[in-house]
């Protein structure tokens, strides 16, 4: 017998996707344990698991895995090797479709070939003070992206405009921004500029910026420098135009919830997940009750509203939670949802010099 622990490690499952798919009736246990709840697996099911993070993997619809788990064991496969074609054509035609729509969007770019405008300058100086610098540095680091087929996001943009210093990461999961009030500038006349700061270099100046006084930074060209008293770091901006994130930022949501950090944070570390698509993430599903308290929900856990709690609860990556909530950096901070599908957006209490969005994950059927 396998505990599930082995399972997870020998099948490719995680645990949390061994137990949903307990749940789901699709890879049953062989034995559980009446006291603890502890999930045993015959031998024999190993090959069921593999199978099904296989078609998982695929991204084959869990009534179609029912069906070829049902059936695989038996001498006439037939209706599994319907079922593979079937979903491999379903792939196919997706895929074409999708070559279809990207090969007139790239027309599209093709017509708009003429650069956008720079909004790189010459020189701008800027003094701001180090505690804030620091601070909206820790906000948004954690959103930084690191995906090396999107180089545009490898680092931190630091959009300048009036007397406001705005520090923005994405990883098109999460979204985090933060500002730095300036106290002066040379060489700035009020118009905006941005720049992409590579991760490296970001965390080159996080490091430099520790103490309570000023520091200066400069943007000359492509090339950008921290100085903190006879201290520097410098290094070449990225050379990619960044998206325009104020498009990215969702409406006030119509529920908010006051959370005390430390005790959501253990509420998230020990209560109810879900697996994702793949299996490799576990969700946390949360809905503000009338009274403005976040609830964690368990599976088939509905609320009050019968079959239409679906429609208030909305399922979040948990890590990417836990990682938003110490980058808040306060003991109390505001949740915002509005539906299933909208961004759920995490903002201080005391001011809105720093949030964070989250991208909602769609459950499984």
Known sequence: MR??????????LGVSALRFYDRAGVLVPAWVDPVSGYRWYEPGQLEEARLLARLRRAGMPLADIRLVLASWSGTDTDLVRKLLTAHLRRLELGLSDARSEFSALRALLDQRENPMTSLHVATVRLTVAAPELAAALDTVRFAVSTDPELPMLGGILFDIED????LVATDRYRLAVARAGVDGHDGHDGSRVQVIVPTPLADAMRALAHGEGPVRLSLDGDRVTLEAGDRQTAGQCLEHDFPDYRRLLPQAGDRRALVEVADFREALQ??????DETG???LSVLRVTDDGTVVLCADGDDGDDGDDGDQDRVAVNREFLLDALAAGGRDRLVLELASATAPIAIRRPDDESGFSVLMPVRLED
């Open 3 to 12: 505990s599930i622990g082995r399972m997870a490690r020998d099948s490719g």
């Open 280 to 282: 490799t993430h576990d």
């Open 163 to 166: 007397e406001d210093l705005h």
């Open 270 to 275: 020990t209560g109810p997940v879900r697996p």
